[in-house]
């Protein structure tokens, strides 16, 4: 064989597996369709989005809130083509990194659109038109996903975008229309609104981020009608989309059946993703998908059901995440490599990075209900947390789930000032099956965000709060 492993795709779940199998002295190839490595989550994804989140923020901050702090500028000009341009700066960066990291690992990377001859080798169709044929014992398919478009939505990449062209839009839009309210509609939805946009969510379930704990969904949309002055329409099925020309007209039913129109210069579809398996020949390998494209893989091993392969991140089943592919990622690494790893899925957190932010992990109240499970429940609001009160971000709580007999924690919700990196303590303590009063009797630092934390922690444990 040329090659003991050969990696399709370099996004993260692609390019932490390679670099794992190399770690563990395998020789390793990686195939990326692209010119640059990163995939999905580098390039028209995570990265990107992040740093528009964060330049819009700041417009945001000087336009509303620095007279706050004695900050007095003159009234601040948003520059899109400056951010996106920046952004750009940001994603290279990014790509660099990664190719150095194949270099230091000794992967060889090959540029081209990689599909299967057979189960064990892989034809490389290249940008000038030439092909070139490898050969490896495992192959691993990392491909990532699209954003999903239904045909009645009529996608043109002009008017009607995906999050990819929302990221490269020529013009703040006048009125966005966003189709869904989840986490990709609402972080885009909040970049455009906090640049001046009016902003409206047409989403088909009675909330937002709907597949996050009910609380979480509320407070942000409170939280994005104050900001942005955000407008929501639950319960609405779009039926058509249409671009007439400098104006995007969405038809709906809305939780009535009366058909209702929307009106606004640009419309973002974000109504989820969908494997991206096209053109890879799946067949030649012994490979299906299912009937939402997913590969069926061991629940374990996420070995496919052909010896050998194996799949991860997007193009299997789980929530759509860069850190779930990059721990699948290491998974396969090391099983092909004769280890036993594992991955404990419930404990993936999730999250939403809006200002505020939201993240979760575990367990849902409203899934703990559904199951009958027995649970109590702590909260504490920023609003009696000092570091919020001095920063100016008191929009947010922390929420921790309890098991009502044994304290074992079993979800923890936040939405505030640094919630994405304050999830970590309740995917720490869950990892080691902490109770709430365990968090609760830790020294947390103050003043900080952390704080919110034990409280929340405390107020699970028989109503323990100190400061609420």
Not at 49 to 65: G, P, R, V, Y
Not at 187 to 202: A, C, D, H, M, P
Request: proline share 3%.
């Amino acid at each position: 064989m040329d090659f003991d492993v050969i990696v399709i795709g370099s996004g993260p779940g692609g390019y932490v597996a390679a670099i794992r199998a190399a770690q563990l002295g395998k020789k390793v190839a990686i195939i990326e369709k692209y010119n640059v490595l990163g995939g999905t989550c580098l390039n028209v994804g995570c990265i990107p989005s992040k740093a528009l989140l964060d330049s819009s923020e700041h417009f945001h901050n000087a336009t509303h809130h620095f007279a706050d702090h004695g900050i007095e500028i003159k009234a601040p000009k948003a520059n899109l083509a400056k951010m996106i341009g920046r952004k750009n700066e940001v994603v290279t960066k990014m790509n660099a990194g990664v190719e150095f990291l194949m270099k230091k690992n000794k992967i060889t990377v090959f540029n081209g659109f990689g599909s299967f001859v057979d189960k064990n080798t892989v034809k490389i169709a290249k940008e000038d038109g030439s092909e070139e044929k490898i050969s490896g014992t495992d192959v691993i398919i990392a491909t990532g996903s699209k954003p999903l478009i239904l045909p009645f939505m009529n996608f043109d990449g002009k008017r009607i975008i995906t999050s990819t062209e929302a990221l490269n839009l020529p013009e703040i839009p006048k009125h966005l229309l966003v189709i869904g309210a989840g986490v990709i509609g609402a972080e885009l939805g909040s970049v455009y609104g906090r640049l001046g946009s009016k902003v409206t969510f047409i989403e088909f379930a009675g909330s937002m981020i709907p597949t996050m704990d009910g609380t979480m969904g509320k407070e942000l949309q409170k939280s994005l009608k104050k900001q942005i002055g955000a407008e929501f329409n639950f319960n609405t099925k779009v039926t058509n989309i249409e671009n007439k020309g400098k104006e995007v007209e969405v038809t709906a039913q809305d939780k009535n059946g009366e058909t209702v129109t929307f009106s606004g210069d640009y419309c973002l579809v974000s109504i989820g993703r969908r494997p991206y398996t096209d053109n890879l020949n799946l067949e030649a390998a012994g490979l299906t998908t299912d009937d939402r494209g997913r590969i069926a893989i061991d629940e374990h091993t996420l070995e496919t059901s052909v010896k050998g392969i194996y799949a991860i991140g997007d193009v299997i089943r789980g929530a759509m995440l860069a850190h779930k592919a990059e721990e699948e990622g290491v998974l396969v690494a090391e099983t092909i490599a004769g280890q036993k790893p594992h991955i404990h899925y419930n404990l993936i957190p999730g999250v939403v990075y809006t200002w505020p932010e939201v993240a979760s992990v575990g367990a849902t109240e409203e899934e703990l209900k559904a199951s009958g499970k027995a649970f109590k429940t702590g909260k504490f609001s920023y609003k009696a947390l000092g570091r919020a009160t001095a920063s100016g971000d008191t929009d947010g709580l922390v929420k921790i789930l309890a098991d009502k007999e044994t304290d074992e924690v079993l979800g923890m919700h936040i939405i505030g000032a640094r919630a994405a990196d304050m999830i970590a303590e309740g995917v720490t303590a869950m990892e080691f099956r902490a109770s709430a009063e365990d968090l609760g009797r830790i020294s947390h630092a103050h003043p900080t965000y952390m704080e919110a934390v034990k409280e929340a922690a405390l107020a699970a444990t028989d109503n323990r709060s100190i400061h609420s």
